[in-house]
Each structure stands twice: as structure tokens, then as C-alpha cells.
RNA sequence: CGGGAUGUAGCGCAGCCCGGUUAGCGCGCAGCGUUCGGGACGCUGAGGUCGAGAGUUCGAAUCUCUCCAUCCCGACCA
């Protein structure tokens, strides 16, 4: 392609209504331009890096057995109600009226539509399993677009869906997705970590999330190189890291007696390891949270830790909210809750990193005041032991007791094993062997190409730009000109970009009649991994300069070599 | 939806607080000339409903109100 006759325009600055890398180098570059919240144009260089994409991904699927489809964007109200998604979604759904009043939805997903499809082509066992998948756009009214590509109303994604007659074919179909995944991230050339995750609306037994890694990247990792376990940190099975011994006051100092201190409108644990100069592991934090029922619990923490909320839940086996103004049907004080002198109808429940401590400070449940040396068991008695909080650096791994690690990613895959939920709900049955009507049991594997861009851009970049792994790249090869007036540069460099065309080599031929300066800016912006460039060093000896975009590495070659370079890229 | 911020030329911004002729600057764009290996230079020029509507005023980009859009922080997700 010749720059000139190309439509890529950049931009020299940073947009304004941008924030994330990944986002204002998409714009910068020429890659997407935004025509709404959410919502954006691919323009012909974004266009192509998203066609590579899609194509890996269709490669390694369809090397995987799976089958391509295509199913609308549009779909009727009536399967959404079958499966009550047409209310479990709600407002994160764009629905819209057709002239004779019947409703559709833009598909933010597809499970109804090709449940249904199944339903009425797959009746027998002979048929099963089948792995179905499609590259479509999807929409999702988001609370809250954002990040661009990472989080748009409207995207792109590859969404498969596997049949099976039994739990085995399930469990084939979901472990070759598994490996299909990590072979496309890894054909991309991409550095990420596949994490166990929770199964959230779409439902179903457990889920693998495919994380890219990233700097910015909205979500952490808790893993552990060791036993090679890795999983969200809201999800993650770790250990109390024991406890450090400098820190630890009063471990060996035996129960000291309760004194109440006043601590005046210090609410916080911040502002009390301050005014006491206390470290947090001091302190127990004590959160009180409400079921529905309106029963009360405190939940007791070590002060340098968070209670996580779906661990609690799954402990009481109750959905729980955490009490604020407005619920505090108890009217405890806020800031000074304590387990001493609490109602006797709030059940205490601790969390292992205070279990072993002695001489801790809590509140007093009397506004402004808290206690000294309070101790387990000699003050207070705990109703039940757990682990309720989220993972704090020196954590250990529950499997290997290597301290956990800790990384931030970016979800591009999810693969669920959904079992039986949407063929019962769409009456999704084949006949079995046995000759006994049965539902199919599903699967579901979603990629996000339209993210999947997004993140490499986010895990790989530089101060100049993007530097896109070869096997996405637009073009291999930017082609530099240094100066269009020099005739012998101008027909060298012609004559090489025939060449390489004629090759089938992808080249971006940058024969604009501007200063060299802005072609090399240009050429790192978008990213393009090699350099080849026809300057002042060609006009004395023949020479062409070779630069590489990730490690900025160089070399020359001769005009004679030319050739020979190209068909060994 | 709650909290915070912003809307002025294609892009990035100043002006607004303290109202007053033709609304500025940089980049980009067009023409001419010079330059030519890391965002060159000179001259000339085109380009604006100051987010929208209403109000206050002799007079509004500037003050007031309403609405809209966009971005950031929280619950959701590929």
C-alpha cells in the first residue's frame, strides 16, 4: 500500500477524551475513530489489524473441530422471555419495537438464539457433540462505557457454542476450547495467564477467564509460579501469611487487662494507626453486614484487610449487604463498632488473620471511644472461623505455601461449562442411545476481537506508539523514503516496494512528499515492526537502513541484498 | 444510577472569575517558494451555530436556569 493513496490519518496529540493507552493510541494511530460513547468506526488500518485477528482465531478453531456460523443481530423478545434473561439482563439490553409492535433485542449474546436453532435441527444422540461459532457483533447497553475498545456497547466478539449428549463430551469440548484459547493468544503472540473464575450471570459449573496481561488492566491475578495456580483475586484460595514478628506486639507478653481509650471522631483504621501509631494488624476491623431476613452479623478482620463480601455469603449461605446509614437498623456507631458489648442478636464470625492475636484494639461500640488489649475467648467468643477476607501481599498459595503473586490483566476469553441451563429452558432435547428424550448439555467460549486489539496495544507499547507483535501487524514492513525529490531514492524505493509486492510481502510504501520525520514518527506510532529505509546512506552506497520497532535494533544491508532479506522475513 | 469534571475551528488549548468593536494561539489544511535521516522554514489564505434552548442586560463565549453530550471514580462484563 502506498501511504498517499491510503486513508490513515494520525494525530500528533493526545485526544482529550481519552485516557487509557491503548484508547488514545488507537485514535493517535489511525486505527478507530468514536462516533458515540461506546460505540466506534474501524478505520482501514484498525480494520486490518482486526481482520488478522479474526482469522487466527477462525484458523484455531476451525483447526479445533468447530464450525462456523453466522446468526443475527437482531432477535426476538419470545426466546429471551423463555430463559427470563429478557428481565435477568434488564436495561443492559437494547431493545427495540418493530412496526407491528413485537419485540427484539440487539443481542448482547447468543445462547437463546442458537439453543433454539438446535431445538428444532438436532434430535439425536448421531448429531452430538457439535462445537457452533460465530465472529458477530454484539451489544451491551454498559452502565458505564469506557476504555475505549476495552468496555464499548458495541463490539466484536467470537462466541462458540459446544452441544454435547453427555457430561464427557462437555468436558472434551470445554478442555479443547481451553487449549484452542491458549494457542491463539499464544499464535498472536501475547503474554497472558488463564485464571479460575466465578460463573456470573451466564451460569453454569466453573469457568476459565483468559487474561492478557497489562499494566492497566482492570483485573488482578492472584497466581503462584510454583504449583501454577492462578485465579481472580476476588476468587483466589490463599493462606494467612503467618505473622510478622516485628510487628507482632503483645505475642509473647501474655493478656494484658482492657482499657478504654477516647479517640475522638477517629472512625477509620488509617486514623488510628495514626493516632495510635499502631501498625493495622493491630487492630480488628469489625464490619457489620444484613441479610434480607434483617438478620445482623460482624464479620472480624485483621485492619489490613477487606471483607470479602462473596466469601461471607457463601459461609452464612445468605446474600448479605454491608451496613451503612441508611440500613443500620441497630444504629450501631459507625467507625467505633467492636465485638465487645455488641447486641446479643449480631453473631461474631472471625477471620484466620486475627485468630492467633492477643492484645488487639477494637472499637467500643460508644462513639469515639475504642479498647486496648481486647482478647478472643478471655473477652469475647467468636461463633465460627473463616477465611473472609481478599488476599494482602505475603499471602501464601493454599496448595504449594509459596507467597502469592500478584499481576493485573485484561479478560479477552471466558470459556463456561454451562451444562443443562438453556436446553431446559428453550427445550433444547435429542433422543439418547437409550432411547430416553434428553437436554443437551452446553458450553459456551467467548473471545473479545474487538478487546483482544485493545489489550496488545496495552501490553505492548512505547513512548512512540504501538509495536504490534508480526502476526497482527497491518504491515511488516514500513517502507521509508526519506526524500521524495532525490529521483534515485524515489525510484530505489519504487522499485522495492514492487518487488516486495510482488513477493506478497505487506508493505506500507510511505511516498508522501513530507520531511523524513514524520514518516519515522508515523511508521512508530502505528506500530509497524520493521523499518526499511531509503535515505542519504543510499545515495552515497547503495545501503538500505533496517530498524526494528520492539528492541529499536538496526542493520544494513546492500541493494544486492535485498531480495534475499525479503525471503527470509 | 450516585459522585466529580469538561464542552470555544479537523485536533490540542487560551479567553469566562471582573459582560463592551472584526473571538485568539499552536498543530493540521490550501497555494507559492526554500529545505530534505527523527514531527523544517518564509509568505499568503481558507476554516467558528463559542454544546443546545431559554432568561438577565442597551449589549452575553463571559452572568442565571434547564437540557444534551463527553470523560473520570463506584456495582457489571468479552
Known amino acids: 500500500m502506498r501511504f498517499s493513496k491510503y486513508f490513515l490519518p494520525t494525530l500528533k496529540e493526545d485526544p482529550s477524551d481519552s485516557d487509557i493507552i491503548s484508547h488514545s493510541l488507537s485514535i493517535r494511530a489511525g486505527l478507530i475513530r468514536k462516533v458515540a460513547s461506546g460505540i466506534y468506526t474501524f478505520l482501514p488500518l484498525g480494520f486490518k489489524i482486526l481482520k488478522k485477528i479474526e482469522n487466527i482465531i477462525r484458523e484455531e478453531m476451525n483447526d479445533a473441530g468447530a464450525i462456523e456460523i453466522f446468526m443475527p443481530v437482531m432477535q426476538p423478545a419470545e426466546i429471551w422471555q423463555q430463559s427470563n434473561r429478557w428481565y435477568e439482563y434488564g ?40 462445537n457452533l461459532y460465530q465472529i458477530q457483533v454484539k451489544f451491551r447497553d454498559e452502565i458505564r462505557p469506557r476504555y475505549g475498545l476495552l468496555r464499548a456497547r458495541e463490539f466484536i466478539m467470537k462466541d462458540a457454542y459446544s452441544f454435547g449428549a453427555s457430561e464427557e463430551d462437555l468436558d472434551k469440548d470445554y478442555d479443547a476450547m481451553y487449549a484452542t484459547y491458549a494457542k491463539i493468544i499464544e499464535r498472536i503472540g501475547l503474554k497472558y495467564k488463564v485464571v479460575e473464575a466465578d460463573t456470573g450471570l451466564i451460569g453454569g459449573k466453573f469457568s476459565h477467564e483468559f487474561m492478557i496481561l497489562a499494566k492497566n488492566g482492570e483485573e488482578t491475578i492472584a497466581y503462584c509460579d510454583e504449583c501454577r495456580y492462578a485465579a481472580n483475586f476476588d476468587n483466589a484460595k490463599f493462606n494467612i501469611r503467618p505473622f510478622p514478628v516485628s510487628d507482632a506486639a503483645g505475642l509473647n507478653e501474655g493478656l494484658k487487662d482492657i482499657k478504654e481509650i477516647h479517640t475522638p471522631g477517629i472512625k477509620t483504621i488509617e486514623d488510628l494507626t495514626n493516632f495510635l501509631t499502631q501498625p493495622p494488624q493491630n487492630i480488628i476491623k469489625t464490619i457489620a453486614v444484613k441479610n434480607n431476613e434483617g438478620d445482623v452479623f460482624a464479620f472480624l478482620l485483621s485492619g489490613d484487610r477487606t471483607l470479602n463480601l462473596a466469601k461471607a455469603e457463601k459461609f452464612l449461605k445468605t446474600s448479605l449487604e454491608l451496613i451503612n446509614e441508611d440500613n443500620n437498623i441497630y444504629k450501631l456507631p459507625l467507625g467505633f463498632i ?221 541493494l544486492n541484498e535485498l531480495e534475499d532479506f525479503v525471503k527470509n522475513l
Open 91 to 130: 436495561p443492559e439490553m437494547f431493545k427495540l419495537v418493530d412496526r407491528n409492535e413485537r419485540d427484539f433485542c440487539l443481542g448482547p449474546t447468543h445462547e437463546e438464539l442458537i439453543t433454539t436453532m438446535a431445538s428444532s435441527d438436532i434430535y439425536s444422540y448421531k448429531d452430538l457433540p457439535v
Open 338 to 558: 467492636g465485638p465487645l458489648g455488641l447486641k446479643k442478636e449480631i453473631s461474631v464470625y472471625g477471620d484466620y488473620s486475627i485468630q492467633k492475636r492477643s492484645n488487639l484494639i477494637a472499637g467500643a461500640n460508644k462513639i469515639d471511644y475504642h479498647f486496648k488489649n481486647i482478647n478472643i475467648n478471655r473477652d469475647f467468643e467468636v461463633k465460627g472461623w473463616g477465611n473472609f477476607s481478599y488476599p494482602v501481599p505475603g499471602d501464601l498459595c493454599e496448595s504449594c505455601g509459596r507467597e502469592l503473586e500478584y499481576d493485573k490483566g485484561i479478560e479477552v476469553g471466558h470459556i463456561f461449562k454451562l451444562g443443562t441451563k438453556y436446553s431446559t429452558k428453550l427445550n433444547g432435547k435429542f433422543l439418547d442411545k437409550d432411547g430416553k428424550l434428553k437436554p443437551y448439555i452446553m458450553g459456551c467460549y467467548g473471545i473479545g476481537v474487538t478487546r483482544m486489539m485493545a489489550a496488545a496495544i496495552e501490553q505492548s507499547h512505547d513512548e512512540k506508539g504501538i509495536i504490534w507483535p508480526k502476526s497482527i501487524a497491518p504491515f511488516l514492513i514500513s517502507l521509508i523514503a526519506t526524500n521524495m525529490s532525490e529521483n534515485k531514492i524515489k525510484e530505489a524505493a519504487g522499485s522495492a516496494y514492487e518487488m516486495m509486492l510482488s513477493k506478497k510481502v505487506q508493505v506500507l510504501y510511505d511516498d508522501r512528499d513530507i520531511s523524513a520525520g514524520i514518516k519515522f514518527k508515523d511508521s512508530d506510532l502505528i506500530g509497524i515492526p520493521i523499518k526499511m529505509i531509503f535515505g542519504k546512506k543510499f545515495l552515497q552506497n547503495e545501503i538500505i537502513d533496517i530498524e526494528y520497532r520492539d528492541d529499536a535494533s538496526k542493520t544494513e544491508i546492500k
